[in-house]
């Protein structure tokens, strides 16, 4: 119940192209769905997150889909940029006994070429 | 200023030996974290801590002892090191009252030989 499952596990795009990575979950529980970036030798950032109540948030070229009834959340990168080559993680929080509880997915490896 | 910052960034050692990270994070956040990274880029939490006091602590090996001296720091020691604790380990933080992303250092890679 506490799984988030993400995919692909790695993802070659174009530049210009968009780059779409999936995840889903299991439990009702989760109110906060955040990205995280990292690039080789870094620790994961915060890139965006939604709380289940809407269903789209938009930060620059970085836009977060959430379907609650399929329990489904997707990160599209618009116009990809070589820059934007890195691993990503979607995740799930929800407050359990008075603190946070994160579930990570497993990780998206994105190659953007020129 | 770094926000979340960890020591030492890499840390190679002999199997058998005892190590410890230090982490320490300067934004006024009340929870901190200690995660492992495996070379598959995996994910885990190891422990939390909430103002010193230990809320989290999933299945890891009793040779793992976190130790939270105030709020703004989280230090892990290892004893009797294996070749399978190799990995990058990251310390994060947040606020407890939630939800609210997570600060990550820039980790510490533990090579065991």
């Known amino acids: 119940q506490q799984q988030v499952k993400q995919s692909p596990q790695s993802l070659i795009v174009q530049k210009g192209g968009i780059s779409i990575i999936n995840c889903a979950y299991e439990?009702?529980?989760?109110?906060?769905f955040p990205w995280y970036q990292q690039f080789p030798g870094k620790g994961p950032a915060l890139l965006i997150a939604?709380?289940?109540?809407?269903s789209e948030k938009k930060e620059g070229r970085f836009t977060i889909s959430f379907n609650k009834s399929a329990k489904q959340f997707s990160l599209h990168i618009m116009d990809s940029q070589p820059g934007d080559s890195a691993t990503y993680f979607c995740?799930?929080?929800?407050?359990?006994?008075?603190?946070?509880?994160?579930?990570f997915g497993t990780g998206t490896k994105l190659q953007v070429i020129p | 200023d770094t926000a979340v910052s960890q020591t030492p960034k890499y840390l190679v050692t002999q199997m058998g030996n005892d190590k410890s990270i230090k982490c320490e994070q300067n934004?006024?956040?009340?929870?901190m974290y200690w995660y492992k990274q495996d070379s598959k880029k995996f994910l885990k939490i190891m422990f939390s801590?909430?103002?010193?006091?230990?809320?989290i602590n999933e299945t890891v090996p009793n040779r793992f002892s976190p130790k939270s001296p105030d709020k703004a720091h989280l230090n892990l020691h290892i004893n009797s090191l294996e070749l399978g604790d190799s990995a990058v380990y990251f310390c994060?933080?947040?606020?407890?009252?939630?939800?609210?992303?997570?600060?990550f250092g820039s980790g510490t890679r533990l090579t065991v030989v």
């Open positions: 994060a933080s947040s606020h407890t009252a939630g939800p609210y992303g997570y600060t």
């Open positions: 439990n009702t529980a989760f109110d906060y």
């Open positions: 939604i709380r289940p109540d809407v």
């Open positions: 995740a799930a929080s929800l407050i359990s006994g008075g603190y946070q509880k994160v579930t």
């Open positions: 934004l006024g956040h009340d929870t």
């Open positions: 801590y909430n103002n010193k006091e230990l809320i």
